[in-house]
């Protein structure tokens, strides 16, 4: 069997007492000496502490504004959409009034014989006996834009 390790042997709390109101003297003069240091930096700041505050307040407005300007829904996203909108609003009315026109003659096709006998003219190239059908020539293909297709 092999033999424990040395057992360590922590100081009693009478000790840490001991210890600590040893060295109490030597702690009270460096925080003096943290006093003397800081107090004159401790007086200014509270002597400007209204001039920080306002300069405070004035950034956190500045920061404030340009948020509200340029932020990911400020100002400037919001009229950009706002015209997004408007477009898209008038593409619609467009829309339904193309709707309405398609929905009006078919209607006309489905009740009006006239309407279907023009369409029919005009789509199949019918023509009425005594009638001329007037055919355009096919139009001819736009020459390339530089003329490498010449050579």
Do not use: C
């Not at 390339?144 to 050579?151: R, V």
């Amino acid at each position: 069997m092999k033999p424990f390790p040395k057992i360590a042997k922590f100081p009693s709390a009478e000790d840490g007492l001991r210890a600590m109101v040893e060295r109490a003297p030597q702690a009270e003069a460096l925080a003096a000496t943290w006093i003397v240091r800081v107090r004159p930096y401790a007086l200014q700041l509270y002597a400007l502490r209204r001039r920080i505050a306002t300069g405070a307040v004035a950034l956190l407005a500045a920061w404030l504004f340009v948020h509200v300007m340029f932020g990911a829904n400020g100002m400037v996203v919001y009229r950009q959409k706002r015209a997004e909108y408007q477009e898209l609003h008038k593409r619609i009315v467009e829309v339904q009034q193309e709707n309405d026109r398609y929905t009006q003659q078919i209607q006309g096709l489905k009740s009006n014989q006239t309407a279907i006998e023009k369409e029919a003219r005009e789509q199949l190239g019918y023509a009425k006996p005594g009638e001329y059908v007037y055919v355009p020539p096919a139009a001819k293909p736009a020459p390339p834009a530089n003329h490498s297709a010449k050579k």
